[in-house]
């Protein structure tokens, strides 16, 4: 399987801040990385796919990138709103994995 | 727009067994694959089960195989899974959700999930 690493684990960031979120594959994956945020409470939100298409209707402070092994998900500036959990998921192969997930909260 | 509508968990005994249901609308349902994902509490996400659009074909990981059955009723447009020989560790929120455009030969993400449904196996 292929496993998938996030970091960091928890960040802390101030309104306006410019924020990455890194996640590490352990084989190369191309450009088959998405995104997604969770709120508290809620079902994920698909954010990014294939690495760095952003899907309709997030807006445009968020952003990916990245490819074989090395994604970042950027947020260029954060809001409030934008508090909650974050994961990457590979699905180059089977089975299709996760990261362990980025707790983002406002400093 | 798109809806996905889980229900059927709740409190299990250990060996216990419980189906879990999701209804979906706003979509062409025999289009798509679909997946179970699960989340325990406090923790990250584990695909589950996956299902092909025409149902010819599924997918487990080791974790549930043999003891969890996904399936799809495309008339109704209902998602199913069952799941037996529950243990401790399969406790989790169980989300349905829809790949964006897995085939035979590629296998997608999920751009669509409900709300969840929570199960719990403890005696």
């Known amino acids: 399987d292929i496993q998938m690493t996030q970091s960091p684990s928890f960040l802390s960031a101030s309104v306006g801040d410019r924020v990455t979120i890194n996640c590490k594959a352990s084989q190369n994956i191309n450009r088959y990385l998405s995104w997604y945020q969770q709120k508290l409470g809620e079902a994920p939100k698909l954010l990014i796919f294939?690495?760095?298409s952003l899907q309709t209707g997030i807006p445009s402070r968020f952003s990916g990138s990245g490819s074989g092994t090395d994604f970042t998900l950027t947020i260029s500036s954060l809001q409030p709103e934008d508090v909650a959990t974050y994961f990457c998921l590979q699905h180059n192969s089977w089975p299709r994995t996760f990261g362990g997930g980025t707790k983002l909260e406002l400093k | 727009e798109v809806q996905l509508v889980e229900s059927g968990g709740g409190l299990v005994q250990p060996g216990g067994s419980l189906k879990l249901s999701c209804v979906a609308s706003?979509?062409?349902?025999?289009?798509?694959?679909m997946t179970w994902i699960r989340q325990a509490p406090g923790k990250g996400l584990e695909w589950v089960a996956s299902?092909?659009?025409?149902?010819?074909?599924?997918y487990y990981p080791d974790s549930v195989k043999g003891r969890f059955t996904i399936s799809r009723d495309n008339i109704k447009s209902t998602l199913c899974l069952q799941m037996n020989s529950l243990r401790s560790e399969d406790t989790a929120t169980y989300y349905c959700t829809r790949d964006r455009g897995s085939s035979h030969i590629f296998v997608s993400d999920f751009d669509d999930w409900g709300q969840g449904v929570m199960v719990t196996v403890s005696s």
């Open positions: 299902i092909t659009n025409t149902g010819d074909r599924t």
């Open positions: 706003g979509f062409t349902f025999n289009n798509h694959w």
């Open positions: 294939n690495a760095n």
